[in-house]
């Protein structure tokens, strides 16, 4: 007689680790290949924003020996209490980024290898460039901060170059933050960029509290480990603003997991999107999210009355905050949207392929979450739909399938869809049996990506 397998390993579903890995990468392949792939897009392999300049230096030993302590330490960190678990992800998160960011010694560029600068250089470098966004600080600092929100659509009318080029697609929020930083640090970059850093490694918190609320401690427990070992996280933690956009995106997500259930989370989950709306319109795709939440917590049991209750609610508070916003700081959310989608509508990234980013920006987002992540995100799904009981997994891959429809981002969406990775890994977490070999994995990912291509950001 066959014999029957416990419930529990039966349950248990497979991981499509090689079959992911040759689908994601085998588009890269064909991507080298296509012409079209490259207009107005510099990059060695789109739809990733890499170029090939392997820079491979002494202080590598740096993060691979904290990755291999990390990695080694996970079964002991996952049975200790919540707030030693957390904290001490914080600090491997800040440390192997800036160790991994650091690692080569030389400042690199998409022209090529190298610029002088040596030490903590190599940090503040991706932040002081023409376009980024701490060169908006002095005109913040010149203007004050409300005078530059209320002028914000008069600087950024398109055909002038007033503003630094990734100010002129986002909301005035971002720059406004980088010059309160600035401020409270005494006008250095360095001091800025690991605060911003520090903000990004934050970002495991709201990544636990989601997978708290949707599932239980453990698998909370497991996403906030495979979160720190997120190849999109270690290597734009040290070099992108983007992971404050992320960190600011996951909060407010953790409140809208909530708010079916609480009239207080649904109104912290509207000022929160509203809050993370003043930093990237990123934010926005919080409504289609929170739509899913609700459907999911209907087809739970929880009565349609109360969802739309809450979710109506979480919609006022999101708009009573934007008009407090407007009167606190300046910040005219509603007047800068036209603005923004105006330039950004007229970068050229719009003059690339439509059809070839609507699969390439998935791509590069899942490349960005990690294979292996992806791999139990794709085995998530199908055995939640194997059992008729699609879950968050299938609300996030729909969000996903919709942004890139919408065809608002063509390229670079290695980075700019950074704010996706917490989802994506809350989304896995429950699939995951053994986190070290995800993690080692994902830490073997960001480390290759670091040492072998120079990512722009």
Known sequence: MRRRRPLEERSRPHVPYLSTAAVLLG???VSCVIPWSRVHFPADLPPLFLNWNPAIGPGLVVPLVLA???????????????????????????????????QSGRIRTFAGCC???????????????DG??????????????????????????????FLP?????????????????????????????????????????????????LYDERTARVAAVLFACAPGVLVYTATSMDVVFMTAI?????FVVRAPRSLVWSVCAGVAAALATTLSWAALVLGPLGIGIGLLAIRDGVPWPRVVLRGALAVASFAVCVVAIRLTTGIDLVGTYGSTMDRHTHYLTYRRSYPYWVVGNVVALLITAGIATTAHVAAQARE?????????????????????????????????WLFFVPLLIVSAA????????????????????????????
């Open 68 to 102: 291999v302590v990390f990695v080694g330490a996970i079964p002991r960190l996952l049975r200790a209490p919540t707030g030693a678990l957390l904290a001490t992800l914080v600090v491997v998160i800040w440390l192997l980024a800036g160790s991994l960011a650091m």
């Open 165 to 213: 080029l990734h100010v002129t697609t986002h909301p005035p929020g971002a720059a406004m933050f980088l010059w309160a930083l600035s401020e409270a640090t005494g006008g250095g970059a360095l001091p800025v960029v690991l605060i911003v850093m520090l903000v990004g490694a934050l970002g495991v918190l709201p990544t636990y509290a989601m997978a708290r609320a």
């Open 132 to 161: 980024e966004y701490m060169a908006a600080v002095p005109i913040v600092d010149e203007l004050g901060p409300r005078g530059f929100a209320e002028r914000f659509d008069e600087l950024n009318r398109r055909g002038t170059s």
């Open 384 to 416: 939640r739909w194997r059992r008729g009981r699609p879950g968050i997994e299938t609300v996030v891959l729909a969000t996903i399938a919709l942004s890139s429809l919408l065809g608002v981002f063509r390229g670079e969406t290695d980075h700019n």
């Open 115 to 129: 610029v002088p600068g040596t030490g903590t250089a190599l940090l503040t470098a991706p932040f002081e460039r």
């Open 27 to 29: 588009f890269v392949a």
């Open 430 to 457: 429950p699939a995951v049996a053994d986190v070290r070999p995800v993690t080692t994995a994902n830490a073997g990912q960001a480390v290759s990506t670091e040492v072998l291509f120079y990512t722009g950001w």
């Open 250 to 254: 996951a909060t407010a997500f953790a």
